[in-house]
Structure formats: structure tokens, C-alpha cells
């Protein structure tokens, strides 16, 4: 692997504060009074993974929007405990956006309790909330006495919600006996159109008249060529219908959802979040054991159920089909997030980082596509199914951080901020030539990009200047 390693340019202090002034200045723009849409255009409302990705931006220089991101999205909490992936903009029109509220009927949902909170989605996203929470705290604790009492404050605040959260995950979502919580659309994975559910989608059979008419906003805003096919929408919109036509009844899932999975970077955040919580309730005075206990049954279910040994890697587990999904996506790299990944399995995601399957050889590339790039379907620019995302490589660096730093890491900083120097704050780019696709002004990619300078700033690691 070493081999592959390329040299690390170095950005001058200059160029790194006008590109911090400039994600700033995106977040600003993006900023709604209460929450951070994704983009201005083709998602105008609130996501879940986002407002957590967003917070841990903004806590850097803007407490209090850090702390109203996650308490405002956690607004829309069920009272299952579950946080829903869109928590909607009750200013944005009726039609700007689909699916949209009418579509999710979450108000008329058992589960979602009274409806007197805001409109949500009825599905959800990976949980890295508890972690955000954290981060957000540690930047308060570096800002003085009054910051961290405030802090304090906010954590008290969203702990029991964070708490219901994690509790409705294990119970909820964990029906297939391995300590994991199984997702039931693609849309929670984060990771749409991933090859991972590939097979899934394709063996669906959907009803004649089972999907009304809709109309796809995202092909308004971005190039079709960019974004998921037709024929995997009306797959995305069939599985959402039939959710909510059960009433989002988790306790029907394994004998009534078509679609039943547990991923490896869904479960690697939960188990990264995990620990965070329990550090959070020992600042708050409370026990954290019990958060351990949890983030070692998933470290404990992601070793037995999701690594397969004979390729080396994690793979996601269809619950339906009782099967290993052998697809190489960035998901199989996601357990470098868990602290206490032993050194076998880390070895393992390390040497493929470095293998022909994610880094491609030349110094115009860029780190790290969303798919094997040896795969005969890679493409290197529709959605997951091979571009660079800026919220993965960050996953993926501070996951590194925790096992020794090795020199592929600087490789993900360095690809990460020469990507947004040469295409600016998009959504996702192109991993051959750092193109830029999907939305503008894309906020968690703004978000990350500060996380990730300051970090290095401070740390002393500087692979990017």
C-alpha cells in the first residue's frame, strides 16, 4: 500500500482561512432562524444526519445555532423515540419538495404521538446526534467557563431525548437477534442509491397503480446523469408507501417489510454515538454504563454477523434473506469509527483504503469514492454509486484517528479541502477529476470542511498546508 501513498501538498495559511471564511459565509446563507437547510434548492428543509454534521461545524465559532440545529431537529421526535430524517419547514409551500408532509402522514402515525410538534418524515437516518451533541459540548469546554455552563444546559436538555433515541433503535429496529438495528429503506442507510441494495430493489415487485404520479424535484436541480435512476425511485417511493400504510409498525417488520437490513455504517455510527452518550450522561452525573454495554453489543454484532472473514471486509446483512450483500461500498469502512475495532479488522479497511478497489493510481485523483472503483457498475458520478462525499471522508478520517493515524489519512484531508478549492462546497464530487456535482452551496460539506481545518490547526497534523 505504502507504494500508493502520494505526496501531500501543503495549503497556505492564507488559502485556509479564506476557505474557512467562505464555509462560513455558505452556512450563513443556509441558515433558516432556527436550522440549517441542506441547500437552498433541492432540499429545503431539515435533515437529520445533517443537522448533525452541521452542528459540529458551527460549534467552532457559533454555540447557540450549534445547540438550536440539534434541538431543533429533535423537536420532531416521536414519541417512540425516534428521530424522523426530515423534519419539515412549515414555510416552504406545499409541492416545493417530494415526498413532503402529506406524503409521510406522520401526524396520523400511533407512533409519533399527539401531532403537535412539527411535520416530519416517517423514516430515519444514521444516528450520529449523541456524537454531534458531544462535539458540540468539547468546543464549549475550550471556550470558557460561562460557555460550558450553558453547554451543560443543553446537554441536560437533549439527554433523555438522545437517551429515547438509542433505546428505540435497540428495540425498535434490533429484530434480527444480532444487537444491530436494521434499517427498512435505503433512504435511512443516508446512502440512497448505494449497489448494496441493489438486489433488494430489483426482486421488489410493485403493484400495478401502488405508486401515484410524482414529481422528482431533484431532477429540476441537478443533472439527471447526477441523481438515482427513475426505476430506483419508484422503488424508494413503493417502500416508503408501504411503511406507512402499516403505520410504521416496527413490530410487523420481520414479517411484513420487504426491505430489512443492517448496515455496517449505520450501526458504526450508532455504536461511535453510543460512546459519546455515555460520556455525556458521566458530564451530566449520570451512569454511563449502561451506553458502554450498548456500544459493546454492537461492536460485539458488527465483529460476528457483519465481517466475513473469507473477503476480508464488513458487508451489509439482508435480515429478509438471511444473506451477506457483497457489494465494496465506503459502508464496508465505516467500523473505523468504533474505538475498539481490533487491529485485524483495522488492518483489513486500511489495506483496502490503500488497495486498487479505492485509490486509484495517479496524483489527480481524489479520496474516497463511495464505491469500488474496479466494480464493472462503478459510476463515477450518480449519487452513491461512485463519487467522493466530503461527509464520508470525514467519517472515515476521524475514524483513522482513533487507530494509529496512518499515512492514508493525511491522503483523505488533503483530497478533502483540494476538492472544495477546485469545485467549491457541492454536494458530491467526481473522483477522477474533483468535478463537482449535485447541489451548491451543499452545508454539511461546508460544515466538515471547518471541523476539519480547525482539527488539523489544533492537533498539529497538518497534511493540508
Known sequence: MTSRLRPVPRLARVERDALLAEAQRVLDRNWTGHSTVASRTLYPHQWSWDAAFIAIGRAWSEQARAQRELESLLAGQWANGMVPHI????????????????????HGASEAGPGTGPATSGILQPP???????????RAEAAGEGAVAASLAFLGRVYPKLVAWHRYLAGRRGVGGHHLAAIVHPWESGMDN????DQDLDELRI???AVPAYRRHDLVHADPADRPTDAAYDRFVYLAISYRDAGYDDATLLARSPFLVEDPL??????WSAHALAEIAELLGHDGAPHRTMARRIHEGMLTYLWEPGARRFLAWDVRGRRHVSKNTVSSLMPLLDPELPAEQVDAIVAELGS??????GPASFLVPSYDLASPD??????????????????IWRGLGQHGDPPVRAEIATSMTQLVRRSGFREYFDPFTGDGYGSHDFSWTAALLIDLLHRLGLTGDRPAW
Open 378 to 395: 462503478f459510476d463515477r458520478r450518480r449519487y452513491w454509486r461512485g463519487p467522493v462525499w466530503i461527509n464520508i471522508d470525514w467519517l
Open 194 to 197: 448505494s449497489p448494496i441494495w
Open 128 to 138: 450520529m446526534h449523541a456524537r454531534a451533541a458531544l462535539e458540540v459540548h468539547r
Open 207 to 209: 403493484p400495478p397503480g
Open 87 to 106: 423534519v419539515f419547514d412549515p414555510s416552504v409551500p406545499v409541492g416545493e419538495y417530494f415526498p413532503g408532509p402529506d406524503f409521510w402522514a406522520a
Open 266 to 271: 449505520f450501526n458504526a455510527i450508532w455504536c
Open 356 to 361: 486498487t478497489h479505492f485509490h486509484a493510481a
